[in-house]
């Protein structure tokens, strides 16, 4: 196991991301060019319950090409519910 610093890749603005986020939840948009000898990563927040095995969510990378990074789940249902479509300063895909 390797621990890496939490830092910002060189010539990304920090504070515009300070911003929008946190620090540990920005970094998470820079894993890519951060853990380039990493195949593939899993993040999610420490308020997320699995309710089946993770093995489940990290069988979806084999169904992945090589044109392909990123998977996404919809934050919330419930629209009343949702941060990102109530709160977001930012762009983020679909509704939810």
């Given at each position: 196991?390797?621990l ?21 939840a ?52 419930d ?8 709160f977001?300063?930012h762009?983020?895909?679909g509704?939810?």
């Amino acid at each position: 196991m390797k621990l890496n610093p939490a830092v910002y890749p060189v010539g990304v603005h920090d504070k515009t991301w300070r911003n929008l986020f946190r620090k540990c939840a920005s970094i998470r948009l820079f894993l890519p060019s951060l853990l380039k000898y990493v195949d593939s990563v899993i993040y999610v927040d420490t308020d997320v319950l699995f309710l089946a095995p993770l093995d489940e969510l990290w069988s979806h990378f084999k169904h992945m090409n090589a044109s392909q990074m990123v998977a996404l789940a919809p934050e919330h249902e419930d629209p009343a519910t949702g941060w990102y479509n109530r709160f977001a300063k930012h762009p983020y895909y679909g509704k939810l």
